[in-house]
T-cell receptor
Framework: KAGVTQTPRYLIKTRGQQVTLSCSPI?????VSWYQQTPGQGLQFLFE???????NKGNFPGRFSGRQFSNSRSEMNVSTLELGDSALYLC?????????????FGSGTRLTVV | DAKTTQPNSMESNEEEPVHLPCNHS???????IHWYRQLPSQGPEYVIHGLTSNVNNRMASLAIAEDRKSSTLILHRATLRDAAVYYC?????????????FGKGTHLIIQP
């Protein structure tokens, strides 16, 4: 079956712009989580959605937001981009929220802010 | 959140078993122990998870200490493709889970 699909794979944006990243989970998975990975901070949890509701949120400013649609697809938005937002953004899906059955990660979207 | 401690790096030879340790002395009774690995230029990959009993799957085995304060991921016969960063993570069961908290992980180097 198809894995977790993230689009686009690469993105270059200018400081101050906004960006929307997309994630399609594995068919049947209803939980979608987002993570940010940088060389300095490693992998950090952004938020998790389940049945179109945000269930958990990490310690990120309000510029980072997300949503989940009825088909479980999810989008993540970052407004007023800063240079420090340059990172690999990873999406992960799971059958249930909380990930007790394990998460399947996508290959990520590499965002560069210039 | 309960934290885990792993060695920064480990080195092993191809076709030999590898034992990756993880300490989690503050683990709570409802924390599951998860292992993920991340190969270069890829997202993390689920390896195995367990609660109290030892677990086996096609990728690896997970040995959990009786007091649950430590665990060991066992790769029975390492290949060059197993070279990756391995993360040991605790995740609370049921409601209130706060996502996966990734530490620095163990960088596993496999020598041919």
């Amino acid at each position: 079956k198809a894995g977790v699909t993230q689009t686009p794979r690469y993105l270059i944006k200018t400081r101050g712009q906004q960006v929307t990243l997309s994630c399609s989970p594995i068919s049947g998975h209803r939980s979608v989580s987002w993570y940010q990975q940088t060389p300095g901070q490693g992998l950090q949890f952004l938020f998790e959605y389940f049945s179109e509701t945000q269930r958990n949120k990490g310690n990120f400013p309000g510029r980072f937001s997300g949503r989940q649609f009825s088909n479980s697809r999810s989008e993540m938005n970052v407004s007023t981009l800063e240079l420090g937002d340059s990172a690999l953004y990873l999406c992960a899906s799971s059958l249930t929220w909380g990930g007790q059955r394990g998460y399947t990660f996508g290959s990520g979207t590499r965002l560069t802010v210039v | 959140d309960a934290k885990t401690t792993q060695p920064n790096s480990m080195e092993s030879n191809e076709e030999e078993p590898v034992h990756l340790p993880c300490n989690h002395s503050t683990i709570s009774g409802t924390d599951y122990i998860h292992w993920y690995r991340q190969l270069p230029s890829q997202g993390p990959e689920y390896v195995i998870h367990g609660l109290t009993s030892n677990v086996n799957n096609r990728m690896a085995s997970l040995a959990i200490a009786e007091d649950r304060k430590s665990s060991t991921l066992i790769l029975h016969r390492a290949t060059l493709r197993d070279a990756a960063v391995y993360y040991c993570i605790l995740s609370r069961s049921g409601g209130g889970a706060d996502g996966l908290t990734f530490g620095k992980g163990t960088h596993l180097i496999i020598q041919p």
